[in-house]
């Protein structure tokens, strides 16, 4: 099922000495709400690799130098083959024990700043014995990332979990948190996707907005052509072509009409979920937007702007989709908003937030905020999904990416079991 | 053959009282390279209408007052009958001698005045009597502009006509040179346009260039839809439409590949093309153009840049454009470069101006300076047409535009008589 090249996986060496804890470490990594999707010998028998999709950085690799570190000191021929995986680690995680520190902590990290390799330390068996003060002084002016834990302390697991989640992501490489493509993976090379833009007045005269024009970019880049017309001239547009497109994209504004005009056969999405699949981790906003289904008169939900200065996207927040989930749940939906980089302290009153197509957010950042709401455990989608859920075409709209999909039709079957 | 509405004509009322020779004035205007092309009672039988084109202006259309105004001033009646004449018109004409200005004179001022109507005040018969100084002083104390004529002096007659078509250009309001319809006009509604666009060092990551997103606006705006294609993927593309496109637009650089590609029938050009129509006259530039034919070896070409920093013109302006010619004439073409908004003073010495693309122009400085070189007997053209013609394709590219094309084939019969 899964398919992500090793290549695009986030490759996280597990290093620490043999008595410090890492195999229940990654047994309590493994064992919350994580698959692993493979764990093989590596390319040398000292390396296991353990594949897993690790929400939200997506899916990662650990490199577990099992057997390789049963000694204090790296020595020469020992320091060779674990060179092996400081050459192919993205992030190392360095396990280590309370007061435990000595040349093989240092000659780790060593290693990874030569190689300009971000070091997360995780200071395991907490519960054994309280590190020192100064232990912890010493070690974080050394690394920037320290998480204290108990591999055994199940109570806490899910805390130290989102923390390390989100330590992951703040260390992770841009690379691996850079968006995905727009749409040039859905296209086949020599394949054709249709933009349906209406010309209102947000366009500015004589020009496309942003979001039109970087798409046409994106599957220029990947050798497809794009079709640009307006929704009027859609239908017979399509009748020019001699076989259907590989996707239609169009404003979330007009998904009812041109959803009608679109054959069921032809993918369909709105320029607002190629842009949530880039801000963010769609699977999760898909999620998240099954919860709209769960609403009852009564129910709190968040209106979450990324910044205060966006007067175009006012009309969706603060007007439309207040008024639609009225409508969906057919009863008095209470709506608040909030602007800003942080979420209000009452978070976990809310039933749902809507976030913003998050614009002025970078990728990480907005993956930052989905792992805040999974903390504060408040499902989270954003503006594009909720309205293509409230007009009913949600399933249609998600068609193009399965696993966001797979992700919708498991979580309304969990809130509405059969 | 000329199929302007009258609305889009700029309407030049001609206004005098009868002894002041406005109508050896209109024959001096009439009698030159300009071709009357209707003549034709008004609507009252008291207005005589005259359709022709004046470059750099385009369509005019004078409003010829014979027999309202032969009084030395307007009477209740006849003030009626001429304000249908004040109404229409976009500019006013007003033609007097020496030291002749009364109640008449001033009663056409103010209704100008009244209708925000540019008043352009010919002083005519100056062989007869040199206008005093005092009256001239006096004259353009009250109006901007003042041309002293002739209409009997043949010698000076293309002098003053260049100058009454600067002051007609600079009086005209912004209507008559907003610049036409990119490639709207092109299409019909429900139309289709190829747009051909490379993705190249020019194009900033993951956008389009401003022309092609314009090209793609205007389409939209005018009902019809628009494919965005990569040179590479043209020929697989158009294979997919069930008929022809209404025309393609490809980038200069790929001119020679896409119209191999591009059958005989479908109406091509390049965007270099469509924007040196918005920015100018083509049939000016399509003249112009034609001049290529005729470069020896030693002659010299001017490359006129409007301003002195466009980076990405400049491997055009200052490398292929000076290689491309060399090639065609087969010998020593100089090439000099000028940038700013004046051409330098020895422009009479140049065969050819090749003007840039303009973009840091308004239509109505373009025309100006197409102007410029007509009054210098110089010819000018510009980088697209230019290109385009050294490329073997110029007639092909200028088959969208039937009268520049007529322009350019006048011109090439003219240099070279059959």
């Known amino acids: 099922m899964d398919t992500t090249p090793k290549g695009n996986r986030l490759h996280i060496a597990l290093l620490g000495r043999t008595n410090v804890g890492k195999s229940s470490f990654l047994n309590l990594v493994v064992g919350q709400d994580i698959a692993i999707t493979s764990s093989v010998a590596g390319t040398t028998t000292d390396v296991v690799e353990k594949a897993m999709e690790l929400l939200p950085l997506g899916p990662v690799l650990f490199l577990d130098t099992a057997g390789l570190d049963d000694a204090s000191e ?4 020992r320091l060779k083959k674990t060179e092996k995986i400081f050459d192919r680690a993205d992030i190392a995680l360095l396990v280590t024990e309370p007061d435990v520190w000595g040349t093989y902590e240092e000659e780790v990290l060593a290693e990874m700043d030569k190689r300009r390799v971000p070091v997360i330390v995780v200071v395991n068996k907490i519960d054994l014995h309280r590190p020192s003060d100064s232990f912890l002084q010493n070690l974080k002016a050394k690394v920037s990332h320290v998480i204290p834990v108990s591999s055994l302390d199940t109570a806490g697991r899910n805390a130290f979990l989102d923390t390390l989640k989100r330590r992951l992501l703040e260390a992770a490489p841009d690379d691996f948190v850079q968006p995905p493509s727009l ?23 004589g020009r496309l907005i942003l979001p039109q024009v970087q798409t046409i970019r994106d599957a220029l ?21 001699n076989r259907p497109p590989d996707i239609v994209i169009c404003d979330s504004q007009v998904i009812l009409k041109v959803s009608a005009d679109v054959a069921p056969a ?16 769609l699977a999760t906003a898909a999620e ?24 175009l996207e006012d009309d969706i927040g603060r007007v439309k989709i207040p008024r639609w989930l009225k409508q969906y749940a057919g009863g008095n939906i209470q709506t608040d908003i909030s602007a800003g980089r942080d979420y209000p302290e009452n978070l976990r009153e809310y039933k749902l937030i809507i976030h913003c197509g998050a614009c002025m957010l970078t990728r990480r950042e907005m993956l930052g905020r989905q792992q805040q709401a999974r903390e504060a455990e408040v499902p989270v989608t954003n503006y594009g999904l909720a ?13 193009p990416f399965p696993s966001a999909l797979l992700a919708f039709d498991r979580k309304i079957k969990e809130l509405h079991p059969p």
Do not use: M, W
Not at 184 to 189: F, I, Q
Not at 268 to 281: H, N, V
Not at 299 to 305: G, T
Not at 387 to 399: A, D, E, K, N, Y
């Open 74 to 77: 790296l020595s020469a021929l």
């Open 183 to 205: 749409v040039g993976d859905l296209l086949p090379p020599g394949g054709l996707a249709v933009l349906v833009v209406p010309i209102d007045l947000q366009a500015p005269r």
């Open 221 to 241: 880049d990947n050798d497809a052509a794009v079709l640009v017309v307006k929704e009027r001239e859609l239908p017979a547009t399509l009748a020019l072509l």
């Open 266 to 281: 032809i993918p369909l999405t709105t320029f607002s979920i190629l842009f949530a699949r880039q801000k963010g981790d």
């Open 288 to 311: 998240g937007v099954a919860y709209i289904e769960n609403l009852q008169s009564g129910d709190k939900v968040l209106i979450a702007e990324a910044c205060s200065h966006h007067p």
């Open 387 to 399: 309205i293509s859920f409230t007009q009913g075409v949600v399933r249609r709209t998600l068609s």
